[in-house]
């Protein structure tokens, strides 16, 4: 189990302790060639499916811990990512794209980790940190490389597009501050990391399998 008996605010533990599989994520092969323009823009509509799936479990989720008294602090409606990805894919995939996409294995796998983790405030935060914080942040430069290199603006990209908050780096500040005040003892802290390590090598495997089929993506 993590060890979090350290002098830091919580979110400074949880980002120290992640930072390896959090760049591996990031600078997966997957990753790398969506960010050096070297797919079509296909190969970008399948990572848009994947978190089509992977966000309605995550929202669903938000949906079940909005009384919780733990994880309700955590419930932005914000962040909520489902409405623009519907957009996103009625462009991307067609009018009829209900009844056309479905996930990967990996992705199958994801969703059933969330719900089963989101069944614990911790593990539903665990979660929701993971993803909705890099896609403030570090989902604004694939933003820009949608744009640039694969001539998607707005509809397409509206994933990236958070216009419920006025400052990222405000929010981020205050989502940090929410980490810091949760009443999680050590113990807990501890499960918190264990499954944001998890949950960061959910998205690992999702982009193992996207890049296991490059060759089909390739501009």
Known sequence: MSVTTDARPFSATLRASTL???????????????????????????LAIQYYF????????????????VGGEFVFDELRRLPNLERDLAHLAGP???S??????STREYVARI??????????????????????????????TLE??????????LFYHF??????????DTYRAKLDNAPWDEAERARVIDETLVAFECNVAVFEELASRLDEFRA
Not at 100 to 105: E, G, K, R, Y
Not at 148 to 157: L, M, S, T
């Open 20 to 46: 390896e599989v959090h760049d591996r994520a990031n600078y997966s092969t997957y990753m790398r060639a969506l960010l050096g323009g070297e797919l079509t823009q296909d190969g970008y509509t399948q």
């Open 96 to 98: 009829g794209w209900r």
């Open 115 to 144: 719900r089963e983790a989101s069944t614990w405030a911790g593990g539903y935060v665990a979660h929701h940190y993971t993803r909705y914080l890099g896609d403030i942040a570090g989902g604004q430069v694939i933003r820009r």
């Open 100 to 105: 056309t996409i479905s996930p990967l294995a």
């Open 54 to 69: 992977i966000y309605g479990a995550i929202e669903a989720a938000s949906d079940a811990m909005a009384g919780d008294p």
């Open 163 to 172: 216009d419920g908050i006025a400052s990222a780096p405000r929010f981020r």
């Open 148 to 157: 640039k290199n694969y001539d998607v603006a707005e509809a397409g990209a």
